[in-house]
């Protein structure tokens, strides 16, 4: 019945000079989108709206999962557009649509007419009141209720007329691309692609980088990151991202470093790679699924040591979230049955029994400083085995 989606955005539209740019890089969002859709699309920016339109046959369902996708978007309203052929015509077919979409008739609704098109016989006033009368004829169960309606039905009047009454929420946010981009650290956990994913609804593109470590980790474990980055792709677009050889950099410390110092001092590490890939990259920012206590080396003290070593802000939108509200989301975005398959993404033997929980900055730096030319070296090869895969949906 539907030939085109009305997209409504929330945020966006407030942004004064900048709208364009926000409305520019939305429409680039739904472009891509739909690109793996069933069916032509066009898509149409006409007076602070933007409309997508079916050249033809498509696929309805798929049409409507795949907008929901979309950042910047609060709601998908599916229209019908009538031909303008007299009054008449225009209540049958209004009539008819009411029908088909709600087969229950004991609803309230309200008409809201909008004359874009000023030579349309009708002002908006009297399409509201003749529209409502022919419907109140046609559905006498139906009542007119002008401050909570149970349907609000839109009639807006340009060449063609849209009817539509339905309002899909949207994921809300703001276009990916106009917030500039960050550099996310992507395992194989239930946690990071959610970070991703929420900083990205921020408009935030997203790179990513994932630390790997053969033949400790497995190549399915390598596997996993990558189908958890098209996951996260289908709200965000193509994700590059960078595969970085770790294991010498782990050994090393393994061997070298106080054992219950071992994940701190590893994800200093990785921390400080993950910042020259970025600046390297042009990331505005490092992005990590950490949440306060959520084990020894996300206490406050641990995070203290992982964050000094970086001059780049470090997001982490999860860092007051339960365990429980982060696989909300991560089962809401469809990442949650990837991520609990059961490959390692650190082997166990790199963890120590008792990591330390209030790790002292000073004493790490010390300990570190033993180690720290080597570890610099071994940095700096980690960083040339930099493995760039593009994923896309
Ligand atoms: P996740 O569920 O995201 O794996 P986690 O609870 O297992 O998180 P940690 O292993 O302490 O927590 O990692 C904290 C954060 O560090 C992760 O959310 C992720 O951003 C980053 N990280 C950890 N391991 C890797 C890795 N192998 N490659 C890239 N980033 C990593
Ligand atoms: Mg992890």
Request: proline content about 5%.
């Amino acid at each position: 019945m539907f030939t085109a989606f009305l997209i409504k955005y929330a945020e966006i539209g407030i942004k004064g000079k900048n709208r364009y740019l926000f409305e520019d890089a939305l429409i680039a969002q739904i472009k891509h989108a739909l690109k793996k859709c069933e069916g032509a699309f066009a898509i149409r920016k006409t007076m602070g709206r933007i409309f997508v339109e079916a050249q033809g046959d498509f696929d309805y369902d798929e049409t409507v999962e795949h907008l929901k996708r979309v950042f910047g978007i609060w709601g998908i309203c599916p229209v019908i557009y009538v031909e303008d052929e007299g009054w008449e015509k225009l209540c049958e077919k209004v009539i008819a649509y009411l029908g088909e979409m709600y087969p229950d008739r004991s609803r309230t609704f309200k008409v809201n007419a909008r004359r874009s098109r000023k030579n349309y016989p009708k002002d908006s006033m009297e399409i509201n009141r003749d529209m409502g009368e022919a419907i109140l004829n046609a559905y006498p169960q139906m009542h007119v209720d002008v401050h909570h309606p149970d349907i609000l039905l839109n009639i807006e009047v340009r060449e063609k007329i849209y009817v539509y009454s339905e309002t899909i929420p949207g994921p809300g946010g703001m276009p990916v691309g106009t917030g500039g981009k960050a550099l996310l650290l992507l395992s194989g956990g239930i946690d990071s692609p959610v970070a991703g994913y929420m900083i990205a609804k921020r408009g935030v593109k997203i790179d990513a980088v994932y630390f790997h470590a053969p033949p400790y980790t497995s190549d399915r474990a390598r596997q996993k990151v990558v189908d958890l980055a098209r996951l996260v792709s289908r709200y965000t677009g193509p994700i590059y991202l960078h595969v970085i050889n770790f294991t010498d950099l782990q050994m090393y410390i393994y061997e070298n470093a106080p054992h219950e110092e071992l994940t701190i001092i590893m994800r200093r590490y990785m921390m400080r790679i993950a910042e020259a890939i970025a600046k390297q990259t042009q990331c505005l920012g490092l992005i990590t699924g950490e949440s306060i206590g959520q084990v020894a080396s996300q206490t406050m003290s641990s995070l203290i040591a992982t964050n000094e070593v970086c001059e780049l802000p470090v997001y982490r939108p999860l860092i007051g979230f339960d365990k429980e509200e982060i696989v909300e989301v991560a089962k809401k975005i469809d990442t949650y049955e990837t991520s609990i398959q059961p490959f390692e993404d650190c082997c166990t033997i790199f963890v120590a029994k008792h990591p330390v929980t209030k790790p002292n900055v000073n004493i790490i730096r010390k300990h570190e400083k033993h180690i720290a030319d080597k570890l610099d070296e071994l940095m700096r090869v980690a960083l040339e085995t930099d493995e760039l895969v593009i994923v896309s949906e």
